[in-house]
């Protein structure tokens, strides 16, 4: 494993004010699956039910939280990558996994590039949401192509830093009431509120970027069993804070636009921010665009990075002899950060889907992005299921009941929300 890729090998830490001095990892996995259109969901779902959707956001957290704890075990008890993981259950599973990668970075990499430009504009309106759109993506594409993990994990650590105040501070700014905020810990469905509440449990932070944890903590310098208690904790810090700013939104959502009709698109985070302007004036519109921006980007940065090591390893993976090694130790020397392969996703990411933004309403690429990230999180629990399972893993890593019960939930509900957006595509 090349230097700039692993950039803290040593001894796990032993009390945890030291595993808080080397958080990192789970924050870029949290903060990369959380875009401008979790937002926008989550406001969507508070401006029409107000606070009775709460508890399906808070239900979102603690499934991602397993689902993450579960790629980072992998990689940490195994030894292995999560690609070696798939080649271990069968070639469907590598190419399942390459023809989706192709196919999901195209249609994300407009969505991403045009949901960082869209508060860029609303700033600085001189420049159109494609031409930002297309700086915003040769911004992402120049930190990691030149970037080490250091740097990357502390550029998106600032963005977090943004977006949680920012979003946090507007939910306080607006004055939750808390009696009503308690009531949404009661598990309840309104009327017509089903497809929300999937969406919100199924859909905010959960991405492609959620198997690429494994690969973060190894560029961390993690290796071994002994490295699990920091990865839990670095795994509970990430989505936790992920929860918290989710759970601001709703707020935002509920106290400010409560019976309003909002767009359920990324300009319904500007319709916010003109709402914010005109009860408070610009003082608090601005902040907000900026925390919109901070979400947009951070998911530009992750993806970029993390899904172009996913393909990198798959690249590696399908090529390997039956009898090659295929340990963690492997792949540093075969793939990863600025291999051929890397840096030909990351080329794709960036470049041929900037064709798209010249499109005025690109309607069938939304419907394309959302139905690909349906089809992703039912492959990676049912994966991680059977891998965490088997005796490919022994000891502290394999699933005891309760990561076997919430990942089996997780399948269960992925399964619907893909079934629920397939229907939707075809009818």
Excluded at 244 to 253: D, Q, R
Excluded at 281 to 310: C, D, E, K, T, Y
Aim: aromatic share 14%; net charge neutral.
């Amino acid at each position: 494993m090349s230097s700039e890729q692993a950039t803290n090998v040593g001894e796990p830490p032993e009390n945890w004010r030291e595993r808080l001095r080397q958080i990192g990892p789970g924050i870029m996995a949290a903060a990369t699956g959380v875009g401008a259109g979790d937002l926008v969901a989550t406001m969507v779902a508070g401006s029409k039910f107000g606070y009775a959707l709460l508890w399906a956001v808070i239900l979102g957290a603690v499934f991602k939280l397993a689902l993450g704890e579960a790629v980072g075990r992998w990689h940490l008890a195994s030894g292995k990558t999560i690609l070696s993981g798939w080649r271990m259950l069968g070639e469907w599973a590598l190419w399942y996994f390459g023809i989706y990668a192709v196919v999901w970075g195209f249609s994300y990499g407009a969505t991403a590039m045009s949901a960082s430009g869209l508060p860029l504009n609303a700033l600085f309106p001189g420049l159109s949401v494609r031409y930002w759109g297309i700086l915003c993506g040769l911004a992402g594409f120049l930190l990691v192509w030149f970037g080490r993990y250091a740097v990357l994990e502390k550029v998106i650590t600032v963005l977090v830093g943004v977006m949680f105040v920012t979003v946090v501070g507007t939910a306080v700014l607006v004055t939750p009431q808390l009696g009503d905020l308690f009531t949404g810990f009661v598990p309840q469905l309104p009327d017509d509120s089903l497809a929300y509440m999937l969406g919100l449990v199924g859909g905010v932070g959960g991405t492609i970027t959620m198997a690429a944890y494994g690969y973060w903590t190894l560029a961390k310098g993690w290796r071994g069993p002994r490295w699990l208690p920091m990865m839990r904790m670095d795994n509970a810090v990430g989505y936790v804070t992920t929860g918290l700013f989710v759970i601001a939104m709703l707020v935002v959502g509920a106290e400010l636009l409560i019976g309003h009709n909002v767009v359920d698109d990324d300009e319904g985070l500007l319709i916010l921010g003109d709402t914010l302007a005109a009860d408070y004036g610009q003082w608090a519109r601005i902040p907000f665009l900026v925390g919109f921006f901070a979400v947009s980007f951070s998911s530009v940065i992750g993806v970029w990075n993390g899904v172009s090591l996913l393909f990198a390893d798959w690249w590696r993976t399908v090529r390997l002899p039956k009898d090659a090694d295929d340990s963690v130790e492997s792949y540093g020397r075969d793939a990863g950060w600025h291999s051929p392969a890397f840096r030909a996703y990351l080329v794709w990411l960036t470049f041929p889907p900037m064709a798209l933004l010249f499109l005025d309403k690109p309607f069938m690429l939304t419907v394309t992005y959302g139905v690909l990230g349906s089809l992703f999180m039912p492959f990676l629990a049912a994966t991680l299921l059977l891998l965490l399972n088997s005796n490919r893993v022994a000891g502290r890593g394999r699933s005891g009941w309760l990561s076997n019960f919430f990942l089996g939930l997780c399948l269960v509900l992925f399964v619907y929300v893909a079934y629920d957006q397939l229907f939707g595509l075809f009818s």
